[in-house]
């Protein structure tokens, strides 16, 4: 029992504390967390994806980041579309499933119908599944392996779309950090936004939906490859 200080020895018993002879506690150290500034997720600006897309080699390509840039649709959910998903009605169907052999998946487990307003994103996916797609593929996913290597055939992972991103950014000059696939929803999102606040402003029973900020902007290139039309992209078959 350790022996009380001086000061406690000049109190009378009656008058000191209870379990005031008790030894004195260690002392406890506590971690202390410090709040970080979370960063708001940056958008693209036109003339950086105007030169992104610019600098895309393939038509898969083009149509991934198409959908991902005008259509929102998350890398997982792009990867994971089937034949089937797609209504050429200017339609993607975003279906929840397990089976990717890559592993890719949607964060959403709710089913959900994409319209897609660029009539130049479904007629690049159209040009892609009619023109470069093996057409001796067995799986019903869209996008796949293409080429002569070993890998032909197989389905495009999470990670080959990470290294063609990045690849396509550094040949453009607009390799960054936050530069990364998931930025080019924020940029749907954002170029989105101000759209929809004038459709619930105006008649809200217009059939027809509100031009996209995308068609004024000269310096967004158009993705269509020589020798194919838009006009018939809402029919073109697969």
């Known amino acids: 029992m350790t022996c009380p200080g001086p000061a406690l020895q000049r109190v009378p018993e009656r008058h000191q504390p209870f379990m005031g002879r008790a030894s004195r506690q260690r002392p406890v150290r506590r971690a202390v967390r410090v709040k970080t500034v979370q960063r ?24 991934i ?38 592993g890719a998946r949607s964060k959403s487990r709710y089913e959900r119908v994409v319209d897609l307003h660029e009539p130049e994103t479904l007629a690049m996916l159209s040009a892609y599944v009619m023109e470069e797609r093996p057409a001796d593929a067995g799986s019903p996913l869209v996008f796949l392996v293409g080429g002569r290597g070993r890998r032909r055939l197989e389905a495009l992972s999470y990670d080959g779309l990470v290294k ?63 020798g194919a039309t838009t006009t018939s992209s809402a029919t073109s078959p697969v």
Do not use: N
Request: with cysteine; proline share 12%; net charge positive.
């Open 40 to 63: 708001v997720p940056r958008p693209l600006s036109q003339a950086q994806a105007g030169a992104l897309l610019e600098q895309l080699r393939s038509k898969r390509d083009r149509a």
């Open 164 to 226: 063609m991103f990045t690849r396509a950014t550094t040949r453009a000059g607009i390799r960054a950090p936050w530069v990364t696939p998931h930025a080019c929803r924020h940029t749907h999102a954002t170029a989105v936004r101000p759209r929809a606040s004038t459709t619930r402003s105006s008649s809200p029973t217009a059939a027809t939906p509100p031009a996209s900020p995308w068609k004024s902007t000269p310096a967004w290139p158009s993705p269509t490859p020589s």
């Open 65 to 102: 980041v198409l959908l991902m840039l005008q259509g929102g649709l998350r890398p997982g959910e792009v990867l994971g579309l089937h034949l089937e998903d797609i209504a050429y009605g200017r339609r993607v169907v975003v279906r929840h499933r397990d089976d990717h052999p890559k």
